[in-house]
């Protein structure tokens, strides 16, 4: 039987850990389906994404040979700030997955030469 999980990022400036809105997140299933797209908050925040996941009864009895979570691929993007690439964040039934998104300014990356 199917189950939810959920995903929750916080968005934030390196260095100071100030939250940063508007941060377009992006989560996409590894086949490259949009699952779900949403903008933070002013406290860098967004809304608890549901992803569908195995039941957790999955994950509660061993060498059953099914992969008790999902895999998803999460995508972070600010102009004027270097965008972040996830891949394989896994989701869980019943489970809140949290991912801090540490967004670096592209004034602070070395130039090229």
Do not use: C, H, W
Not at 15 to 20: E, F, G, K, T, W
Not at 34 to 48: E, M
Not at 65 to 80: D, H, K, M, T
């Amino acid at each position: 039987m199917p189950a939810t999980g959920y995903i929750q990022v916080y968005a934030y400036s390196s260095y100071a850990r100030l939250p940063l809105q508007d941060v377009a997140v992006t989560v996409t299933a590894p086949d490259g389906t949009a699952l779900a797209l949403q903008l933070t908050d002013r406290s860098g925040k967004i809304a608890p994404i549901p992803v569908p996941v195995p039941d957790k009864a999955a994950s509660q009895t061993p060498d059953t040979g099914e992969i008790p979570f999902v895999a998803v691929n999460l995508q972070a993007r600010l102009r004027g700030y270097e965008k972040i690439f996830i891949k394989g964040l896994q989701i869980f039934a019943d489970t809140t997955t949290g991912q801090d998104l540490e967004m670096i300014p592209l004034s602070e990356l070395p130039t090229q030469r």
